[in-house]
């Protein structure tokens, strides 16, 4: 006999329709799975034969062909026990088969007939919706992600003999009509307030967060870029209802979502400069999200920048100017989005003391230079935000008085992006443009420094309610390029 399940696997942060067909015949006694499947997949066979037993059924003595279709892309997890398991059932005649039609089902399967959370069920959810398919059937641990998603039902189950009672169509579904999302704040024990001293880094940020900018601050050891950076979540813009959806979506098919429901904050992603670069922007054989894509509307940090591997950091250049991550293989592409703000921090030298007045710097000009150039120049002109972040002396930190609360630089931001998004473009006034040719002249800006100016200065503009990008702006956002106004700086060019 045969029997069909619905279920569902993962392609990048994308839930691919899957169906797992199950026959029962006459042969040597055992369970094959075909349809690329990987280790986990096919072990799957011992763990639905115990948890089956367990469950008070039996595996019929005969010969059992599980077929995972399409056959041409590879599947992994364990996201398939359950499903198998029920495939199996149905096919035996314990079940009725066509109650399965219209179910999506997910689970792993412990060898007691539990059910264990999976991977990747907010986007099944989402696939379920799209497709007009019914209900679904998830582990309980997978409960609340799968009701974020209103229309089809969800069956949270425990056990396997759950899941049978739902096939047999002896218990109701959950439905989530509406999502009530309230957005969450960053952590309260990282706010600006805290941070002393260092009003050009502070108002930088400030910038960067109104706009969207990649930020890079350059400064010796200490100075508080690290300090600077963990906080500049806390002033973005609250995540909208959709934006929390898809940061949801990228963290359940990583399989790292630990809260109940939506996520409510914007992520903040700190790799370590060891990271490779699959693990920066995601791939593999099947290929799973990245840090790029982690970041989603959020903030990627970047610290000790010039110690990652100059290669890794170069395939961050086409996620930064296209919002997304394309990872093609021979049989298929995956698109991944990667919305984030990239903030990177370095020290000025290689023993970090250029620029103090405390404690001179070793360094000749030329190590300077070889320093700075691990960090390419078509990275470093992407990053529209450039400030030197000086040391601030313990005298002077002593005195310095508690700075600008998180809370209130937020709204600013806030009212800049609504006026950038509701108000018209303001116009660069002949002043504001004088200043930007005379830079160009100076300094030998590339084309890309330009543009960045510009959106740097416009979005100044907008935080000080300026209906024109006069010569004020057009400044403030040139101080913003310290790399092209350095001496030793490394010349960012394509």
Do not use: W
């Not at 007691?112 to 209900?135: H, Y």
């Not at 600008?404 to 303001?426: C, D, F, I, L």
């Amino acid at each position: 006999m045969l029997a069909r399940v619905r279920s569902a696997t993962l392609l990048g942060v994308e839930a691919i329709p899957l169906f797992i067909e199950c026959d029962i015949h006459r042969g040597l006694p055992g369970i094959h799975t075909v349809g690329l499947p990987d280790t986990a997949v096919r072990e799957s066979a011992v763990r639905v034969r115990a948890a089956v037993r367990n469950a008070g059924f039996e595996i019929p003595p005969r010969r059992i062909t599980i077929s995972l279709a399409p056959a041409d892309l590879r599947k992994q997890g364990s996201a398939f026990d359950l499903p198998i398991a029920l495939g199996i059932l149905a096919a035996n005649g314990d079940l009725p088969p066509h109650r399965l039609s219209d179910l999506l089902v997910l689970g792993e399967l412990a060898l007691d007939g539990g059910v264990r959370r999976v991977p990747g069920c907010l986007p099944a959810a989402l696939l379920a919706r799209g497709s007009g398919i019914q209900e679904l059937i998830v582990p309980r641990a997978n409960r609340d992600e799968a009701l974020c998603v209103p229309g089809p039902g969800v069956h949270a189950v425990e056990r396997l003999l759950d899941a049978v009672q739902v096939v047999r169509g002896e218990l109701r579904p959950e439905r989530a009509m509406s999502v009530t999302y309230q957005p969450a704040r960053q952590a309260s024990d990282l706010d600006l307030s805290e941070v002393r001293g260092q009003a050009h880094a502070r108002r930088a940020l400030e910038v960067a967060a109104a706009g969207g900018h990649h930020l890079l601050m350059v400064g010796p050891p200490g100075c508080g870029k690290t300090m600077l950076a963990r906080r500049l979540a806390g002033i973005l813009p609250p995540l909208g209802l959709e934006e929390s959806i898809e940061v949801t979506c990228v963290y359940s098919a990583a399989g790292l979502l630990r809260e109940p429901g939506l996520l409510r904050t914007r992520p903040f992603r700190a790799p370590h400069h060891t990271i490779s670069a699959v693990g920066l922007v995601g791939g593999g054989r099947l290929p799973r999200p990245g840090e790029v894509t982690l970041a989603h509307h959020g903030v990627l940090f970047l610290d000790e920048m010039a110690e990652f591997g100059r290669n890794t950091l170069d395939v961050l250049r086409q996620p930064l100017e296209d919002g997304d991550i394309v990872i093609n293989r021979v049989a298929y592409g995956v698109r991944m989005p990667c919305g984030f703000i990239l903030v990177g921090a370095m020290n000025p030298c290689p023993c970090g003391q250029l620029g103090r007045s405390d404690r001179p710097c070793a360094c000749t000009p030329a190590q300077v230079a070889q320093y700075r150039s691990r960090v390419s120049g078509p990275l470093l002109d992407r990053f529209e935000i450039q400030v030197e972040v000086p040391q601030v002396l313990l005298r002077d930190l002593a005195k310095a008085l508690p700075g600008e609360p998180s809370e209130a630089v937020a709204a600013r931001v806030v009212a800049a992006r609504r006026r950038s998004t509701e108000g018209p473009t303001p116009h660069v006034t002949t002043a504001g443009r004088s200043i930007l040719h005379d830079a160009i002249r100076r300094i030998g800006l590339s084309a890309r420094a330009h543009d960045a100016v510009l959106r740097v200065a416009e979005t100044i503009a907008h935080l000080d309610g300026a209906a024109s990008i006069d010569a004020p702006h057009v400044a403030e956002a040139i101080q913003y390029r310290c790399l092209d106004r350095s001496v030793l700086g490394s010349r960012a060019s394509e």
